[in-house]
């Protein structure tokens, strides 16, 4: 150990130089990763009309994955398992997110067809597109009259007709709500009564999803059978773990066994994977 005071200092202003530079810079990049996390949950929840200060739920969740890998490692013992937990709570409010968004939806595509008989029914009445889509916004229920009320908003605002409809195809992102918007900016366009094409797109709209519901019906079991094969082999260790803890240790506690753990994992990825590919027909 090299004993020279010159050294020493040198070190150790080293040392107080890089503590200095990284306390001024891990705060700004941590501020920055924060805001554009929040940004992104935000414009996230804003699709789906859910409106939560993402400062606000950005602690909530941090708070909830400190307590709960704390907790997982202070119970196990397990750096790796309070790892798992921390990921698996920092990833929950996407999955939240993406299930929120498509219940939203799946609801707005179940509303497509009385959507168009609405609009093609006041267009026969001899109104106006514009005053079509007010009336419906107000009397719908969400989601549909909340993306019609958007549209209106961002119509007084300033923004064209057919730019709302761009935003509410991207908005809903749905094969049903991009046929829609085609539809009406056809009718824009044109000028030309439309309400004979609503009324063609509603009829084959419904059809398809009553098609769609039947091959769910029919499909259902299969899906069961993904969700229970997929599950068992995780309930049965579990189970083991509580009842016998002593067996898994030639299972987890050699590379043999952690080798098969692995080769199972993937086993079961690829057969849920085939299973559900079986299951999902397109219609």
Known sequence: MNDDPLVLVSAFVAA????????????DWVRGLRFRL?????????????????????AINGTALLISAAGVWLLSGSVLAAMLV?????LLPRLLIAWVERRRALRFRAQVPELLNLLSGGLRAGNALSVVIAQIADEMAPPAGQELALMQREQRMGASFERTLDRLSR??????????????????????????????LADSTRRKLALEGKVRALTAQGRLQSWVMGGLPAVIVGLLALIEPTMLDSLTGTWAGRVVCVGVLCAQI????????????DV
Not at 18 to 24: D, F, I, S, T, Y
Not at 42 to 57: C, E, I, N, P, Y
């Open 16 to 27: 107080a130089a890089g503590g200095a530079a990284l306390a001024a810079v891990v705060p």
């Open 38 to 58: 929040g940004e992104g949950l935000a414009a996230d929840l804003g699709r789906s009309f859910v409106f939560v200060h993402r400062g606000r739920l950005l």
């Open 86 to 90: 921390a990921l698996a709570v920092a």
């Open 171 to 200: 908005r809903v992102r749905l094969e049903e709500a991009v046929l829609l918007c085609a539809a009406l900016k056809l009718g824009n366009r044109t000028g030309g009564g439309i309400a004979d094409t609503l009324d063609s």
């Open 270 to 281: 690829v057969g849920l994977l085939m299973i559900r590919s079986i299951v999902r027909i």
